[in-house]
């Protein structure tokens, strides 16, 4: 049997994901899902797919993959350079592909993950309505190795949109926008937007943990309590964890902010040792 795709060589931590998975979390079955998900939008729309069709999520270092196949693809997310048999590619557009081609990449300039999408989306295993890889709970087909085989479905060469009018910024530095969270009196004494915050670079897909250069340890007990990805928790010993995709449906510590939806596609492109800052907004209504 013949596959469309095979992967030379895996890259860093290269997953298969959607949207996400949802609709599980009361059965604990955390989210998942795309890190950067207007990126990952982004890159389906360019090849004509519906923006929930499965692509591969690459961070820090891509794979190196052979074609077997003729198809379309678009890379977008963080600044990468691109190479279809060793000629330079644009970011954020439409790439031909042809049978025998191989696609690798390159040095990443800006950002920490950035987006493979093929023409008609990956034909890969479908669990609870979602094909994308949990990496905590091990749903979904494991990270990407050397030498695995995948299939796309049938060729979609329909209509691809020609403008970027759907790209949001998720690269340029700013303060991420913040909400208060339910226990957020808990640190309503700290002045904000003065304070940073340095990125720890054990992070993951599960969570970024966030230090701070001054103790703010506590005392304040909860029982376990909901939890969803931007939740940002403190722990007694003053650690703050930013959850993302693939975090836990509850947790115990105090949920003192609650991350904006875009500004978490910002913080998914934040690597390891990068310093953020936060903007309080309100809610409104």
Do not use: W
């Not at 604990?28 to 795309?34: E, M, N």
């Amino acid at each position: 049997m013949s596959h469309d795709i095979k992967i030379i060589s895996s890259g860093l931590l290269t997953t298969i994901q959607d949207l996400g998975r949802y609709g599980y979390r009361s059965h604990g079955i955390p989210i998942s899902g795309a890190m950067d998900q207007s990126s990952a939008k982004l890159a389906n729309l360019l090849v004509g797919n519906d923006e929930n069709d499965a692509l591969l999520e690459c961070t820090m270092m891509g794979p190196k993959i052979e074609f077997h196949c003729d198809t379309y693809i678009a890379v977008t997310g963080a600044e990468v350079d691109i190479f279809l048999d060793d000629i330079l590619q644009i970011l954020n557009t439409t790439i031909s592909i042809k049978t025998g081609n191989i696609l690798n990449f390159g040095k990443v300039h800006r950002g920490c993950r950035f987006y493979i999408s093929f023409a008609s989306g990956l034909n890969t295993l479908n669990i609870l309505e979602s094909r994308s890889t949990d990496t905590v709970s091990e749903i979904g087909l494991p990270i990407l190795k050397r030498g695995q085989y995948l299939d796309l479905f049938q060729n979609n060469l329909g209509r691809f949109i020609v403008n970027l009018s759907r790209l949001k910024d998720t690269l340029t530095p700013r303060k991420i926008k913040v909400y208060p969270g339910p226990e957020y009196h808990v640190i309503e004494y700290m002045d904000l937007p003065k304070i940073s915050f340095t990125i720890d670079p054990s992070s993951n897909r599960m969570s970024y943990i966030l230090k701070v250069n001054f103790d703010v340890s506590h005392s304040q007990e909860m029982i376990s309590s909901a939890v969803l990805p931007g939740t940002i928790q403190l722990t007694p010993g003053g650690q703050f964890n930013a959850l993302m995709r693939d975090a836990q449906t509850t947790g115990g510590y105090p949920r003192v902010m609650q991350i904006d939806e875009d500004d978490l596609d910002y913080l998914a492109q934040c690597r390891g040792g990068q310093s953020i800052s936060f903007e309080l907004v309100s809610y409104s209504i």
